[in-house]
């Protein structure tokens, strides 16, 4: 050794072996999810063997289990490393007991063979161990020195960018249509039509460059199976092209005219035959993805793509793992998996806590938040779910019990995270659905809880829980009331609820083409008018209620919807936007202006009016900070809006809607900001029509409101620092 050199401490030595572990974790991290991306991403023949990918999988395992050990082996505090990662020691534990006794045949699986299991025990403990090392990465960030506005901001950005990723997997999307128009052949036809049988698809015509056109399908072949299984009728044939699997040859067995017949001979009778037709899948493209990923993990529901119909059952579990996080907060999600592992909070976690759940307290009380908030938001999905399934049993009758109960879960979540996201093409406005009672019944007391906000939830469970005590004698005297926050959401939220269904009513009745404010003679202003109502006013009196009261609850921020909002007069439009920019309550899993902002203004005015020196509430002094932030927040949100409207209407100048074929109007334009701004999901048909750039003015309005303008702003004004100092007072005119 040179004399110059110094030797290697043994803490030195330790302190680059964990850090040479931990930057091969990193790689075997992302090797680990590029495998799984591939795997079950990807449509056969995988891009890359399939054993290769297990033999792959298999070695990250490993690398997982053998930085855990030397850890433990480097460590000094073995008995505090063992208490901070007990999740990971047990995730070993349990991997390792199953595949002994698979191996020695102590436990076996009928449908999976020893080496299928293994498998599926290394894939498994694989996400499990993503999962808390992705929560242990997040926990560092959140103890860092970074600002926690900054680090709420980057979830939501990390988790869109990653739904993207997964959304753009070939297996999120379905086979292309194969492009044949077909119809079902009368029983009384069958000989004009030269049919054995009327089971079956008469094509009517196929579409050029599609998978048809290029097999060799023709104009008055009639379709009698494919891959063997026996197609009974054109709409039977229609849902089989949906289930057809990408990058593989489908058998279409079809009865086909013979090509030349002689002119005054017998009719020669149709010929069977077997048309091979190759099934291709195109990928969801980038801004397609990102726009989905932001409005799935935003909660919005507005759609480029339909969620049914062009993304596959592996796509619609993205966009619900999305929707799951997006409502309750990535946050939320990392500061209950930290709680789990053992861990106490840090001041800054706390602060993220507590910026997610808007709720102020000690750590005892944002780590009890935390738990609330997660445990009443899954019981009430499933309870939901368990009580909407009958319902969902009865839309889709063929789909199987598995569907309808995936579909179910699906439209639970959806409803609570007040996202809109729906399984039909035509959201809620089928009448098997709207007959059911558990649309207006679960639905919508789902939506409305979801909006009202986790501290309002909690605060309203323990005064009932007192009250309770009380009532059976085992609690003290005096109930517990609630807070001013919980009063001025209740009051509102019930409020808005009542008055946006009676005035929806009012306007859409008044805004009847029929309707002549009281003159004696109908169209004499406009005789061409035709006189049709709007769909809201259609059917009996329970049903325009139901109605109204739906779509009153739905319009601030969940976004499904029982008829098309297109149908809605102006005056209906512009009153679904007043509600839509109120939005829900703070804390929750909806967006807008928030139901406590708009009441302090209120309140504000009325303080005014009464020449009040203070603003007041339920007997409470609003402090003056609160009415300046509320006022802050109502001028930047307004300016959103405005700022989102005014770009849809330069890019959209000139070009038509493909439902309608006209050029947008303001108020439809203004709608779809609106409803993006607030996280809304509703929208008159402007979504499918809009170009690139207006989806990304979309996806702007969609982020920047369900995170809040006010904390957009202030994380890009944090390093300004408040002045020591006033300026003399001076008068100036208003009004």
Not at 234 to 246: C, F, G
């Amino acid at each position: 050794m040179n004399g110059n050199e110094q030797p290697v401490r043994p803490f030195q030595l330790r302190r680059r072996l964990l850090s040479g572990c931990d930057a091969l974790v990193a790689v075997a991290a992302a090797v680990a999810i590029s495998a799984l991306a591939l795997e079950y991403g990807f449509y056969e023949p995988l891009p890359v063997s399939r054993g290769l990918l297990h033999v792959i999988q298999a070695c990250v395992l490993a690398v997982f289990v053998i930085d855990r050990l030397l850890h433990l082996g480097l460590t000094l505090r073995r008995r505090q490393y063992l208490r901070h990662n007990w999740l990971d020691f047990s995730l070993i534990a349990i991997a390792a007991a199953v595949a002994v006794a698979v191996y020695t045949r102590k436990l076996h699986f009928r449908l999976l063979s020893v080496a299928a299991m293994y498998v599926v025990i290394t894939q498994v403990y694989i996400l499990a161990v993503l999962v808390t090392r992705l929560v242990g990465f997040q926990i560092k960030v959140a103890g860092s020195g970074i600002h926690p506005m900054w680090v709420l901001i980057g979830g939501f950005a990390v988790a869109i960018l990653f739904g993207t990723g997964l959304l753009m997997l070939p297996r999120a999307a379905p086979a292309d249509p194969v492009g044949v128009q077909v119809r079902n052949v009368p029983e009384n036809l069958a000989d004009l039509y030269m049919v054995p049988h009327t089971d079956g698809a008469l094509v009517m015509g196929v579409k050029r460059g599609t998978a048809a056109d290029e097999a060799g399908i023709k104009d008055d072949d009639f379709i009698v199976a494919v891959d063997g299984a026996p197609v009974r009728s054109a709409a039977e044939l229609r849902n089989r092209q949906l289930a057809l699997t990408p990058a593989r040859t489908a058998e279409f067995t079809v009865y086909r005219r013979p090509q030349l017949e002689v002119r005054g001979g017998p009719v020669q009778p149709r010929r069977k035959t077997t048309v091979p037709v190759m099934i291709a899948s195109t990928p969801v493209g980038f801004v397609d993805a990102l726009f989905t990923g932001t409005s799935a993990t935003c909660v919005t529901g507005l759609l480029v793509r339909d969620t049914a119909t062009e993304y596959t059952t592996f796509g619609q579990v993205v966009i619900l793992t999305l929707i799951q996080l997006g409502g309750l907060g990535i946050m939320v999600f990392g500061t209950v998996f930290a709680l789990l592992a053992g861990r106490q909070l840090s001041i800054r976690e706390s602060l993220l806590a507590e910026r997610a759940l808007a709720e102020s307290g000690g750590i005892g009380q944002i780590t009890r938040m935390v738990k609330f908030a997660v445990v009443a938001a899954l019981s009430m999905e499933l309870v939901g779910a368990a009580i909407m399934y009958p319902m969902w049993r009865d839309y889709a009758q063929t789909a199987g019990a598995g569907r309808a109960t995936f579909r179910t879960a699906f439209h639970a979540v959806s409803a609570f995270c007040n996202a809109g996201f729906s399984l039909q093409p035509n959201s809620l406005e089928s009448e098997v659905l709207t007959r059911h009672w558990q649309v207006i019944g679960v639905m919508a007391p789902l939506i409305f809880l979801g909006g009202l906000g986790f501290p309002v939830l909690y605060d309203v469970t323990r005064f009932a829980r007192t009250a309770l005590m009380r009532m059976l004698g085992r609690g003290r005297s005096a109930t517990r009331s609630l807070t001013l926050h919980s009063r001025l959401v209740l009051t509102t939220s019930v409020g808005l609820v009542v008055a946006g269904a009676l005035a929806l009513v009012v306007i859409e009745q008044a805004s009847h083409p029929g309707q002549t404010f009281g003159h004696p003679q109908k169209y004499q202003d406009n005789p061409h008018l035709d006189g049709a109502g709007p769909r809201l006013l259609e059917g009996g009196a329970g049903q325009r209620a139901q109605k109204a009261i739906f779509q009153s609850i739905t319009a601030r921020t969940a976004g499904f919807n029982t008829f098309r909002m297109d149908s809605l007069s102006p005056g209906g439009k512009l009153w679904m936007c007043l509600l839509m920019i109120v939005g829900g309550s703070p804390a929750g899993t909806a967006g807008g202006l928030k139901t406590v902002t708009v009441a302090v203004l209120v309140l504000t005015i009325w303080s005014m009016l009464r020449r009040r020196q203070s603003v007041e509430g339920f007997r409470r002094t609003i402090a003056e900070p609160f009415i300046r932030k509320a006022v802050t927040l109502a001028g930047l949100y307004l300016s959103l809006v405005m700022i989102i409207t005014l770009l849809l209407c330069v890019t959209m100048y000139g070009r038509r809607l493909a439902a309608t074929g006209q050029e947008p109007t303001f108020i439809q334009l203004f709608f779809e900001a609106c409803s993006a701004c607030g996280t809304v999901g509703l929208s008159c048909g402007v979504t499918g029509s809009l170009t690139t750039f207006g989806k990304y003015v979309i996806i702007a309005g969609m982020f920047i409101g369900r995170l809040g303008p006010l904390t957009m702003l202030m994380a890009l004004t944090m390093r300004l620092r408040p002045a020591r100092y006033a300026y003399p007072t001076e008068e100036v005119v208003l009004g």
